[in-house]
């Protein structure tokens, strides 16, 4: 602890007490006028990220992808997992604490191999969507959502041959989700209805073994782009770039480490551009920084240690700089690569994970607003077959949610958006401590919530905490 703090304790985070330097700012704030305004309180976090011991469920046989969403719209997030060898997608639903229910399976084709959530038929209930790389011809399970978690029989559509990968995204502007799979020799694009079915693939033979696709804009003309892992030698990623009617051209191409297995894209470095981690099975972790214009600077490559079929981002020190998280696949432990906001990370930390971890998905599982981790294990050694693994996050962040600034005549309070079910209380003593909801209205500014009360009131100390 810095001095500067916000502690966790439950679920809240409070200016601590009067001897500490964050109340010594806040009593500043409040009963000087001195100055026109106060620093807001650093970003700390913790200097390391911490998760809870994981908690194992059972799921199909051999799950190879997972996706996260709110699957029976109670506002909690749920798991649905691709089992491909007992050829179904299980779902998990959340109780919001953290915990999952057992595992519900729904039929596919044979060997699903990964999954996404959507809304295809436009009806506000989550549908899910999978690619089965078993048969002797490739297709795409469509599963339409009936809104509380579970699922209507699936419909089957053609692709390539041997399917491995499936992503989402309006790839023609038509307000309709469509679908783009990696399959053996290149990607298949099918177009959405809007009504829950999908039009005849069209496909693109640029590859040889793509293994996985992330979607994005990536020039900046407001079409979404495709970026596709090429497993072949010497491996690397393709940019596909939209032309907004739902076909793509090749932009080029950039090295990774060998055998690029899995993509995840976000503004690593805070220039609003979109970049890409890479993750391959060598064991490297690849980071290409994006220029805005479709192209990206040259990989810059990180030792993960071990074998890697999959990479997702997330804050998990919540110290404002994305991180990278990866599964070891030989090692049963992920491996998290800490940010330092420009795009370049730290070495990698490892955490206990179930046997044969092969995916890894990010979501806030307890409600807490700290990202925690979802891990499928490849292998059916588990008791029931195999399983998920989830790791909460128990990272006690210092001075990152609670800012303060203030004027001649008031004090504003803020804290950043995805903690804006997180309210305001105040008290005027800790002896005895009651907490009272700030009267004041909370509104947004610059993607924070934002509270400002008068300065003419008597000390008070101020906490975040969720109801």
Same mark, same amino acid.
């Given at each position: 602890?810095?001095?500067?703090g916000?502690?966790?304790f439950?679920?809240?985070?409070f200016?601590?007490?009067?001897?500490?330097?964050?109340?010594?700012?806040?009593?500043?704030?409040?009963?000087?006028?001195l100055?026109?305004d106060?620093?807001a309180?650093?970003?700390?976090?913790c200097?390391t990220?911490?998760f809870?011991?994981?908690?194992?469920?059972?799921?199909g046989d051999?799950s190879y992808?997972m996706?996260?969403?709110?699957?029976n719209?109670?506002?909690?997030l749920?798991?649905?997992?691709?089992?491909s060898?007992?050829t179904?997608?299980s779902?998990?639903l959340?109780?919001?604490?953290g915990t999952?229910?057992?595992?519900?399976?729904?039929?596919?084709?044979?060997?699903?191999w990964?999954v996404?959530?959507?809304?295809?038929?436009g009806?506000?209930?989550p549908?899910m969507?999978?690619?089965?790389?078993?048969?002797?011809?490739?297709?795409?399970? *469509?599963? !339409?959502?009936?809104g509380d978690g579970?699922f209507q029989?699936?419909a089957n559509y053609?692709?390539?041959?041997f399917?491995v990968?499936?992503?989402v995204?309006d790839?023609n502007?038509?307000?309709?989700?469509?679908l783009?799979?990696?399959?053996?020799?290149?990607?298949?694009v099918?177009?959405?209805?809007?009504?829950g079915?999908? +039009?005849?693939a069209?496909?693109?033979?640029?590859?040889?073994?793509?293994q996985? @696709?992330?979607?994005?804009?990536?020039?900046?003309?407001g079409?979404?782009?495709?970026?596709?892992?090429?497993n072949?030698?010497p491996?690397?990623?393709?940019v596909?770039?939209?032309?907004?009617d739902?076909?793509?051209?090749?932009?080029?191409?950039?090295?990774?480490?060998p055998?690029?297995?899995? @993509?995840?894209?976000?503004?690593?470095?805070?220039?609003?551009? !979109?970049?890409?981690?890479?993750?391959?099975g060598?064991g490297?972790?690849? *980071?290409?920084?994006g220029?805005?214009?479709?192209?990206?600077?040259?990989?810059?490559?990180?030792?993960?240690?071990?074998?890697?079929q999959s990479?997702a981002?997330?804050d998990?020190?919540?110290?404002?700089? !994305?991180?990278?998280v990866?599964p070891?696949?030989t090692?049963?432990?992920v491996?998290v690569?800490?940010?330092n906001g420009?795009?370049t990370?730290?070495?990698?930390?490892?955490?206990g994970?179930?046997?044969?971890?092969?995916?890894v998905?990010?979501?806030?599982f307890?409600?807490?607003?700290k990202p925690?981790?979802?891990?499928t294990?490849?292998?059916?050694?588990?008791p029931?077959?195999?399983?998920?693994s989830?790791?909460?996050?128990?990272?006690?962040?210092?001075?990152?949610?609670?800012s303060i600034?203030r004027?001649?005549t008031?004090?504003?309070?803020?804290w950043?958006?995805?903690?804006?079910?997180?309210g305001?209380?105040?008290?005027?003593?800790f002896?005895?401590?009651i907490? +009272?909801?700030?009267?004041e209205?909370?509104?947004?500014?610059?993607?924070r919530?934002e509270? @400002?009360?008068?300065l003419?009131?008597?000390?008070?100390?101020?906490r975040?905490?969720?109801?």
């Amino acid at each position: 602890m810095n001095g500067k703090g916000v502690f966790v304790f439950s679920r809240a985070m409070f200016v601590k007490s009067p001897r500490s330097m964050a109340t010594v700012v806040v009593m500043a704030v409040l009963l000087s006028g001195l100055f026109h305004d106060e620093p807001a309180l650093a970003a700390d976090g913790c200097p390391t990220p911490s998760f809870a011991a994981p908690i194992v469920y059972n799921a199909g046989d051999d799950s190879y992808s997972m996706a996260v969403g709110d699957l029976n719209g109670d506002g909690k997030l749920d798991l649905a997992v691709a089992n491909s060898s007992s050829t179904d997608i299980s779902v998990l639903l959340g109780n919001g604490d953290g915990t999952f229910q057992p595992a519900t399976s729904y039929g596919a084709g044979v060997g699903p191999w990964s999954v996404v959530v959507g809304d295809f038929n436009g009806d506000g209930k989550p549908d899910m969507a999978a690619a089965n790389w078993g048969g002797f011809t490739g297709s795409v399970s *469509v599963l !339409l959502g009936n809104g509380d978690g579970t699922f209507q029989t699936a419909a089957n559509y053609g692709t390539g041959m041997f399917p491995v990968f499936v992503a989402v995204g309006d790839f023609n502007g038509d307000a309709k989700l469509d679908l783009a799979v990696a399959n053996r020799g290149g990607i298949s694009v099918l177009l959405g209805n809007g009504d829950g079915t999908f +039009q005849r693939a069209v496909n693109y033979a640029l590859f040889s073994r793509p293994q996985s @696709i992330a979607v994005g804009d990536f020039n900046s003309d407001g079409k979404l782009d495709l970026l596709v892992a090429d497993n072949a030698e010497p491996g690397g990623v393709a940019v596909l770039l939209g032309r907004g009617d739902g076909s793509f051209q090749l932009a080029g191409g950039y090295a990774t480490g060998p055998y690029p297995q899995s @993509i995840a894209v976000r503004d690593l470095n805070g220039d609003g551009k !979109l970049d890409v981690a890479v993750a391959a099975g060598s064991g490297a972790i690849s *980071v290409l920084l994006g220029k805005g214009d479709g192209s990206f600077e040259p990989a810059f490559n990180y030792n993960a240690n071990a074998s890697s079929q999959s990479v997702a981002v997330g804050d998990f020190n919540g110290d404002g700089k !994305l991180d990278l998280v990866l599964p070891n696949n030989t090692r049963a432990s992920v491996s998290v690569l800490l940010g330092n906001g420009d795009g370049t990370f730290g070495a990698a930390t490892n955490f206990g994970a179930g046997l044969h971890p092969y995916s890894v998905a990010v979501g806030d599982f307890d409600g807490d607003g700290k990202p925690d981790l979802a891990v499928t294990s490849a292998t059916i050694d588990l008791p029931g077959g195999a399983g998920v693994s989830v790791l909460v996050n128990t990272c006690a962040s210092a001075g990152i949610h609670l800012s303060i600034v203030r004027s001649r005549t008031t004090v504003t309070l803020s804290w950043p958006l995805p903690y804006s079910n997180f309210g305001l209380e105040a008290t005027a003593s800790f002896n005895p401590t009651i907490w +009272q909801t700030v009267v004041e209205p909370q509104m947004t500014n610059n993607g924070r919530c934002e509270v @400002i009360v008068p300065l003419d009131q008597q000390q008070s100390y101020f906490r975040l905490r969720k109801p």
